[in-house]
Structure formats: C-alpha cells, structure tokens
C-alpha cells in the first residue's frame, strides 16, 4: 500500500478538485494584460511620433502603399511590445527564468 510522505496528501488530495481551471484563466488573463499593454504603448508611441513616422513612411511612394506600410509598420510595433510585456511579465512572476 502506498502511504505519502510527509506534506505530499495534503498538496494534492484526490477528493479535492483541480486547479486547471484557475491556472487557464489566469495565463488568459496574463495575455490579455499584456496584449492590451502593448496596445497602449504602441498606440502612446504613436501619437508621439506620428509626423516623424508619417515622413519616414512617406517615403515608399504612392498613397495607398503608404498608409499599407504605416499600418504594417504598427501592426508590428504592437507585436514587439506584445512580446516584451509577455517576457517581462513571466520573468516578474518568475514563470521564466533566465538560464533557460
């Protein structure tokens, strides 16, 4: 017969139910979070800098080419700092650790 160690039973019972759930919502939560903080930054950023990025885009040539570009162009920006929020925020709720 198997008899648990000492703490073992009480970190996991079989009676009691599973924490899957709560664990799914939260990682939703999380990208959620981080989704919509790279959104706010992408779209502070660009507000800030929209002549600078209207004349760098400018640049490509024909009207419909260049709003295409400058939609791309934030498209990824927000992208990036999706991605940074997402490392950032698993590193702080040390999900991630750096020798990995």
Not at 11 to 39: L, Y
Request: aromatic share 12%; glycine share 8%.
């Amino acid at each position: 017969m198997y008899t648990p160690s000492a703490g073992e039973g009480a970190r996991r019972s079989p009676d009691r139910p599973s924490n899957r759930p709560r664990a799914k919502m939260e990682t939703a939560i999380c990208h959620a979070g981080c989704a919509v903080i790279g959104f706010l930054v992408t779209v502070v950023l660009a507000v800030r800098f929209y002549p600078e990025l209207v004349v760098a885009v400018g640049r490509v040539g024909p009207e419909l080419l260049t709003s295409t570009v400058l939609v791309f162009v934030l498209f990824w920006l927000w992208a990036g700092l999706w991605i940074v929020a997402e490392v950032a925020w698993g590193w702080r709720s040390n999900r991630v650790t750096p020798d990995r």
